[in-house]
């Protein structure tokens, strides 16, 4: 009994940051913004940059901050070190006394949400380490046997809303041909389209830019 005991409090600490996703929210997922990162060690300190440029720029001030006469010669990069060749004013002889430098980087890939500016898909959802999602919020009730099938006339996909009674809004896109499942507790609604809403179903003040560093591992 006692290891049973053990193994349940262990399993309590271990709980895995995972999150069910409706299917509504994995069938309009996009993908993440993808950026490379740079990361190296320019003056003394590890730190990560959107450009190699950036990283060499940082050496290149830290040594004119250390002599005002530093100047670049040439810069070059071999895909894994960027090497300066720079001189500075030699006060005790004649010419510049060169002082050169090679600083090796490594490089990863950074995913963001959401994908462009304004776009309502703000949750990250990591499929796997170059995989992955931005998904919209879904504010509306599971899918159920009792959700009613509505058939549009044709004219292509587009979104259809419903209100909640605590103001956020349900968005559901429809089939190519206007169909839809309407959640039967919308049945005293009637759906307006909402295509070009741009809205998110929220009304701003959950303070989520939805990418606060944790990814969300769907199930």
């Known amino acids: 009994m006692k290891y049973i005991l053990t ?17 509504r929210q994995l069938d309009t997922a996009v993908q993440a913004k993808e950026e490379e990162i740079f990361i190296c060690n320019p003056a003394g300190i590890t730190r990560e940059y959107e450009s190699k440029q950036q990283c060499a720029q940082e050496l290149i001030s ?7 006469t530093y100047r670049v010669i040439s810069q070059s990069d071999t895909g894994s070190t960027i090497n300066i060749i720079g001189v500075y004013d030699c006060y005790l002889g004649e010419g510049g006394c060169q002082d050169n430098a090679s600083i090796p980087y490594s490089e990863r890939k950074s995913y963001s949400c959401p994908p462009s500016p304004g776009s309502d898909h703000t949750i990250r959802y990591a499929r796997g380490v170059d995989d992955v999602l931005c998904l919209k919020p879904d504010y509306c009730p599971a899918e159920s046997d009792s959700d009613i099938p509505i058939f549009g006339t044709g004219g292509g996909k587009r979104k259809v809303c419903f209100d909640n009674p605590d103001g956020s809004v349900c968005e559901i896109e429809t089939d190519d041909n206007g169909n839809f499942s309407m959640p039967s507790g919308y049945a ?5 389209d909402c295509s070009g809403d741009g809205n998110d179903g929220n009304d701003g003040n959950d303070g989520n830019d939805g990418n606060d560093g944790n990814d969300v591992i769907g199930c």
Do not use: I
């Open 7 to 23: 193994m349940a409090l262990l399993s309590a600490f271990f709980v895995p940051n995972v999150q069910a996703f409706t299917q």
């Open 62 to 68: 830290y040594k004119k901050s250390s002599s005002s």
């Open 188 to 192: 005293s609604q009637e759906g307006r």
